[in-house]
């Protein structure tokens, strides 16, 4: 396994080369360049993660350089900020992890134990998946934006393997939901696909919209399917978390369980309320753990969402909800 460290500071390149050894397997190469010549390294490397350092790069724009990695390197992106700098401009580009470096007493071991974390989440393999039946009972569907591809593994981890079909819209850039279904299918013990028009839902599947596409929720005798398809923007966004909900709406009624989490504006917010009306239980992130305070606050304050909850405690209750509901 290469992973590779992207940095104009020598400095930098010299802790987290020889600093992130003791924290990865035996084996792990650690290879190191500049901004200037990364993406020349990029093509012969191919690494299993990619750590990018902007904590002191001044008038660089870290979003736009994300963006041009994901459709042509498919690499996860681990981006390390300056303390206090946002987050939020990064996981919108598609970064997987955004990690602030703190000053002081412990500060380079902190990075370096965080950063060995988040690697590990990106590169781990896990059990097979379980093979089940296709599926016509209970449906999860979950939205979400600035933060969320960060707040949705927490909600998958606490899910069973066998848990109902999870449908995702999370507001994500062309060329990067294949890559983020594929590191999440690599490290849970769900099996995550990119959305594909006509796939019919498994237990123990999760389907994540592809960027560009809006993604609906169907059903006939066989099961749930799902459509993939490009449209006009919804709310401002394609994938928009609207359009999946709306469609859960009516195909599940109250065997739907919907969730949203963090992010800006209100995507979501009429379509989870559809889903009430129909019999749906519904659940919005808390503002306690939200990255962004906007999509789920528009849905409890509209009356979509049954609860407010903090990230940690949703899967478990999602999980509470399946058994009254059996």
């Known amino acids: 396994m290469t992973i590779f460290i992207i940095s104009d500071s020598l400095k930098m390149q010299e802790l987290l080369t020889g600093g992130l050894k003791k924290h990865l397997p035996d084996g792990t190469i650690l290879r190191a360049g500049r901004l200037a010549t990364a993406k020349q390294m990029l093509a012969g490397c191919k690494p299993a993660a990619l750590v990018l350092d902007v904590s002191k790069t001044v008038g660089f724009d870290a979003a736009e350089y994300i963006r041009g990695l994901g459709p042509r390197y498919f690499v996860p992106v681990i981006a390390i900020l300056a303390q206090n700098v946002s987050k939020s401009s990064l996981i919108q580009a598609g970064a997987l992890d955004v990690i602030n470096i703190h000053v002081g007493e412990g500060g380079n071991e902190r990075l370096l134990a965080r950063l060995a974390t988040s690697i590990r989440g990106c590169t781990n393999i896990v059990r097979p998946k379980l093979i089940t039946p ?72 999760v389907v994540i919209a592809a960027g560009g596409r809006h993604l609906r929720l169907f059903k006939d005798k066989k099961g749930y399917f799902v459509n993939s398809e490009p449209g006009v923007k919804v709310n401002g966004h394609c994938p928009s978390v609207d359009v999946l909900f709306d469609s859960a ?78």
């Open 134 to 205: 296709l599926d016509t009972g209970k449906v999860i569907v979950i939205g979400g934006s600035t933060g969320s591809t960060n707040a949705l593994p927490v909600v998958l981890k606490g899910l069973p393997a066998d848990c109902p079909p999870v449908v995702c819209v999370l507001h994500m850039p062309e060329g990067y939901t294949k890559l983020y279904a594929s590191q999440l299918n690599a490290s849970l013990p769900l099996t995550v696909v990119e959305a594909h028009s006509g796939t019919y839902l498994k237990r123990g599947m």
């Open 249 to 326: 709406a009516y195909a599940a009624k109250s065997d739907a369980i919907g969730v949203i989490l963090t992010g800006m504006g209100s995507d979501g917010a009429k379509g989870m309320l559809d889903m009430r009306k129909m019999g749906a239980y519904n659940i919005a992130e808390s503002e306690q753990s939200a990255v962004v305070y906007g999509m789920p606050k528009a849905a409890a304050e509209n009356g979509a969402a049954n609860i407010s909850l903090s990230l940690e405690n949703i899967a478990g209750h999602i999980i509470m909800i399946l058994k009254s509901r059996q």
